[in-house]
């Protein structure tokens, strides 16, 4: 569920995490290059796909001032798994939500290559009950497509969830904002990567800027 990205960016070691992490990265984001390549090539040339990857050098950026002990994770559209597995490497208790049961499979293969504890499920990330009411009327959801919740496979309500991300299309950010307000914790944030403003964050529905990542060192759980 994502729209298309930049040129691919260079994945490099953070001075403010340990070589052992910065390793784990590194070879993360390497993996996730080459499953975009073979998707782009094996299915995108050959007919419509929402999932496009992401700048992953920009996502880490953006989810170091959000790490602490004890949060959870969630993204919208966790497609190949790569971002919900760096956040679980970067210490939150992370899960992903995917319509595409394919990318579920090669999000769980990646986990366990990678070490990591993160959780998929195959689903739509729509709570059950959710429908989008936009004041213009038009209330189609874009390019999210159409299945069951995801939620009950998890085992946690949106509610539940601290920090959740997302890659939007341009024109779904309303949608995902209005999701959080109906569905969401009022204090959770909210991390939406546009293409025009790249990753902007979002809490009780308002635009914030995010804490200082070297502020929040001190209490991440690494």
């Known amino acids: 569920?994502?729209?298309?990205?930049?040129?691919?960016?260079?994945?490099?070691?953070?001075?403010?995490?340990?070589?052992?992490?910065?390793?784990?990265?590194?070879?993360?984001?390497?993996?996730?290059?080459?499953?975009?390549?073979?998707?782009?090539?094996?299915?995108?040339?050959?007919?419509?796909?929402?999932?496009?990857?992401?700048?992953?050098?920009?996502?880490?950026?953006?989810?170091?001032?959000?790490?602490?002990?004890?949060?959870?994770?969630?993204?919208?559209?966790?497609?190949?798994?790569?971002?919900?597995?760096?956040?679980?490497?970067?210490?939150?208790e992370a899960f992903g939500i995917e319509l595409d049961t394919d990318l579920v499979r090669t999000a769980r293969a990646l986990a366990i290559k990678s070490g990591s504890k993160a959780r998929f499920a195959a689903g739509s990330f729509l709570p059950s009950g959710y429908s989008w009411r936009p004041s213009g009327g038009d209330g189609r959801t874009g390019t999210l497509g159409h299945g069951a919740s995801g939620y009950l496979q998890l085992e946690h309500p949106l509610d539940e969830f601290d920090v959740?991300?997302?890659?939007?299309?341009?024109?779904?950010?309303?949608?995902?904002?209005?999701l959080m307000r109906c569905f969401g914790r009022s204090d959770a944030r909210l991390l939406l990567n546009t293409v025009t403003e790249g990753i902007q964050t979002y809490q009780g529905g308002r635009l914030i800027a995010p804490p200082d990542a070297t502020e929040s060192a001190s209490t991440t759980m690494l």
């Open 1 to 92: 569920m994502r729209p298309p990205s930049a040129a691919r960016p260079i994945n490099s070691p953070r001075s403010d995490l340990d070589d052992a992490l910065n390793t784990r990265l590194s070879i993360l984001c390497a993996e996730g290059w080459d499953i975009w390549d073979r998707f782009s090539s094996g299915v995108r040339q050959h007919s419509f796909h929402p999932f496009v990857a992401a700048d992953y050098d920009a996502v880490l950026e953006a989810l170091l001032p959000h790490r602490g002990p004890g949060l959870r994770f969630l993204e919208w559209g966790s497609a190949s798994g790569v971002i919900t597995i760096m956040a679980d490497l970067l210490g939150f």
């Open 164 to 178: 959740i991300f997302a890659f939007p299309w341009p024109g779904e950010e309303p949608m995902m904002l209005d």
